[in-house]
Structures are given as C-alpha cells and as structure tokens.
C-alpha cells in the first residue's frame, strides 16, 4: 500500500484565499483524522471521521474550516478565507479500527502559508 | 484540564549511551499511550504501545514503561545512534470510552544522539 496520500505538499497562498487540502487514507481504514501541526500549539485534533460520518469536529478552530469525507477514499479540509495565523503544517491519518488501541498512520503532510 | 508534558523540548546525547525521554500528564485516565517517532518534513511514525495495565514493553532498543500512579511514561533508546535523531512525541487516548481513537499528542522531545 501507498500509505496516506495527502496533497499539495506545499500551499503558498495569500489571506482571504480558500485553501483545499486534501487526502487518500490507507484502503480499507474505517477512520480518517485532520491534524495540525505548529511550533507553539504542537500536533492538535481538529476533526475525525468513521466511516466517512464526521464523530468529532470539536478541534476546529473556527467556522472558517470546514472538512468532508464524501467516500471511504477521499477527504477535504478547506479554509474559507485564510488567515496566516492558519499557517502550519496538516497531516492526515487514518486507522483501522475494529479495536480500541489502533495505531495512526500519518502521511506526510501538507505545509500552509497564508502571506 | 487535560494536560501532557514532554520533559524537554531537545536532548542532546553522545552515541552508545541510553538516552530517556519522559511524558507526564494530568487529569487523564488514558487506557493505553504511544510513541511516535517524527522526522524533520514527515508525519509521525508509530514506534510502541503500552496499556494501562502494562508497566513495560519493549521492541528491539527501546523500551516504554508506563505508570499510573506517577501518571508518566518513560521512553527509552538504548546504544543510541544517530540514525535515532529525530523528536519523539508522545500520545495519550482520550480515554472517552471504546473505539473513540482521539489521541492528544505532547509537544514533543527532539532528540539529536552526537557521534
């Protein structure tokens, strides 16, 4: 397998753009998670899915983010307008499931700046 | 509220000796807690899982013990060589009941083994 897959790897944009991050978790994982990464805050939870169904979006941070899993194969994170407090690096995971301590495999991020 | 601290945010050690990262927490009640392993411009990688009930696992060099009383787990590299530089995260379970798979990660400790 490719592992999780996540695109661009880099995003350059400037404030009030939208921003589409997206990812392809590992075939066959039930549960799909959006992090964010900074210096200050370190890795944060921002939204997870289970079986494409959103069960916790308590981690995002404003209604200017917002996050789809339209099937088991495909995920969003979209920034609408950015800002460049939202620069940083977001990483997508996803896990099995089926257990109560599955490990997370992360793919390799996508980092943000917001000029 | 729910806190966890990685010791240090950088160790420094020569190579060959056993270098030991500590993540402490607080108001948790975790059922199990990870190591991860970050390189510089990639998502974490799993290293180890240790359970509630369990004080000690190993894999190979590096061992995790885990103690509820204390409420810290120690991670430790033995003969560290530089190939192990790199920062090290910890990550607790949420521990909101089976199957939630939410994890809150430490800041991390970065680790640099000296040659």
């Known amino acids: 397998d490719a592992g999780v897959i996540q695109s661009p790897r880099h995003e350059v944009t400037e404030m009030g753009q939208e921003v589409t991050l997206r990812c392809k978790p590992i075939?066959?994982?039930?549960?799909l998670f959006w992090y964010r990464q900074t210096m200050m805050r370190g890795l944060e939870l921002l939204i997870y899915f289970n079986n494409n169904v959103p069960i916790d979006d308590s981690g995002m941070p404003e209604d200017r983010f917002s996050a789809k899993m339209p099937n088991a194969s495909f995920s969003t994170l979209k920034i609408q307008p950015s800002e460049p407090r939202d620069s940083a690096v977001y990483f997508c995971a996803s896990t099995l499931g089926g257990g109560n301590t599955d490990t997370q495999y992360f793919g390799p991020g996508t980092r943000l700046t917001v000029l | 509220s729910q806190k966890i601290e990685q010791n240090s945010e950088a160790l420094n050690i020569q190579e060959g000796k056993t270098a030991t990262l500590t993540c402490n927490y607080t108001n948790y009640s975790p059922a199990y807690l990870q190591w991860y392993r970050q390189d510089p411009g990639r998502g974490p990688v799993f290293l180890l899982l240790i359970r509630e009930n369990e004080k000690e696992k190993r894999k190979e060099r590096l061992k995790v013990t885990f103690d509820t009383t204390l409420k810290q787990s120690l991670f430790h590299i033995t003969a560290s060589q530089p190939a192990d530089s790199a920062t090290y995260l910890c990550a607790l379970d949420r521990g909101s009941g089976a199957g939630s798979y939410q994890l809150t990660f430490g800041k991390g400790t970065k680790l640099s083994v000296i040659p």
């Open positions: 075939s066959g994982h039930d549960y």
